[in-house]
């Protein structure tokens, strides 16, 4: 398995434009989650989806985050207008997860986003 | 919600057992314990979950008392190449009942030749 595939990898764009972030989760995880890591921060949840369904999007800083999950195999963070305090890695992760209370099997990460607002 | 703490920093030498221990006083009666570990510029990668006494794989082990108030990472004979900030995650269950992991911190371990 080629594992979770987040593209693209590295975006600098300008304050004010649209940023859209993509994520192919792994086959078959019924989990997707949007973090977010900056140095002040560290990880956040920005949002998870189970079986494409958003359960919680209580991370999303602002109404100017966005996501959306069509279809198993895809998923995407769009933030517009975006802005310098935007800067930060976004990680994409799937899990296979358990009934609630339960083991979760662990998420697998991709590799990362690294997004710079000039 | 469980919320967990570690120790911000740890170092240690090439060779050595490095055991990094979390506290998790407000664990949920069926959450589980979690490590991942973390390397510049990757996401961070699973390492071992357990609930209770002890679990051991290829990489580590994972000690858990009978309370599950704490659980401990122990690394054995770690490298220079084990340099990375460890998280412990419970699975953090809110009203609504549906599973989500909250990162705290992390532990920064240092190896050191």
């Known amino acids: 398995d080629a594992g979770v595939i987040q593209s693209p990898r590295h975006e600098v764009t300008e304050m004010g434009q649209e940023v859209t972030l993509r994520c192919k989760p792994i086959s078959g995880h019924d989990y997707l989650f949007w973090y977010r890591q900056t140095m002040m921060r560290g990880l956040e949840l920005l949002i998870y989806?189970?079986?494409?369904?958003?359960?919680?999007d209580s991370g999303m800083p602002e109404d100017r985050f966005s996501a959306k999950m069509p279809n198993a195999s895809f998923s995407t963070l769009k933030i517009q207008p975006s802005e310098p305090r935007d800067s930060a890695v976004y990680f994409c992760?799937?899990?296979?997860?358990?009934?609630?209370?339960?083991?979760?099997?662990?998420?697998?990460f991709g590799s990362g986003t690294r997004l710079t607002v000039v | 919600l469980a919320k967990t703490t570690q120790p911000i920093s740890m170092d240690s030498y090439e060779g050595q057992e490095v055991n990094i221990t979390c506290s998790h006083n407000?664990?949920?009666?069926?959450?589980?314990i979690t490590w991942y570990q973390q390397f510049p510029s990757q996401g961070p990668r699973f390492i071992i979950q357990g609930y209770k006494t002890k679990v051991t794989n290829e990489v580590a082990s994972l000690f858990i008392p009978a309370d599950r108030k704490s659980s401990t990472l122990s690394l054995p004979r770690v490298s220079l190449s084990d340099t990375a900030v460890y998280y412990c995650l419970v699975g953090d269950i809110p009203p609504s009942g549906t599973y989500k992991y909250i990162f705290g911190t992390g532990t920064r371990l240092k190896v050191l030749a």
């Open positions: 407000n664990i949920a009666t069926n959450d589980y």
């Open positions: 992760a799937s899990s296979l997860a358990g009934a609630v209370g339960l083991a979760n099997y662990g998420y697998t």
């Open positions: 989806f189970n079986n494409n369904v958003p359960i919680d």
